[in-house]
């Protein structure tokens, strides 16, 4: 596939700890090698007009200004997803568009289904809201998700604690089966997990 497509976009998504930086560097080091020109980015896990609006979010729940973002339990701010939806195709149209005609390959570091996935668990979405809306994001050409076990995060890093990744497991769980991602398990070794992006890249 890689000595066929021009202005390829290939996500990876998956909770933190599940080896993401590393599998977009092991692939992003496999395609230069081949002369591919590739950009990798992690804009699509973020806002595009709507970073300014950030600031009013973490007041809604009096966070500090920089750090996680508390949850929130309140019915208003869970209508931050509409501005966010609309954030997403803005970026998408006006900021991705063009990066896929200068590249051959961009490889997203996240990608904005793991913004549905924040939004979600910070409570700025409506569960019901969650399955209808993720499934119009825009799509990556090549979408894959790193599978992991809580248990297996925690025993390389203690970032968040036990209860913070078992929420987003089963958070990620449900995005792929709300997505047609290709499922990769992350559990083993990094380079055991590139060898099965790789065999699907090409």
Sequence with gaps: MSDQRIGFLISLSGFDGAGKS?????LSEYLRKKKKKVLVTEIMFGYFLLKLL???????????PGGPIK???SFLPKLWF???FVDIWVMYIFKIIPMKERYDFIIADRFYTDIWANLVYYGYIPDFAFNFF??????????FMLMIEPETVL???KEFPSTYYKEQARIYKNLSNQIN???IKADQDPKEVFMDIKKLVG
Aim: no cysteine; proline share 3%.
């Design 22 to 26: 590393t599998q977009v560097k092991l």
């Design 54 to 64: 950030v600031r009013f979010l973490r007041s809604t729940t009096s966070s500090l």
């Design 71 to 73: 949850r929130n339990k």
């Design 82 to 84: 509409i501005f966010a």
């Design 134 to 143: 993720v499934k119009l994001l825009p799509k990556a050409d090549m979408a």
């Design 155 to 157: 025993r390389r890093e």
């Design 181 to 183: 991602f290709i499922l």
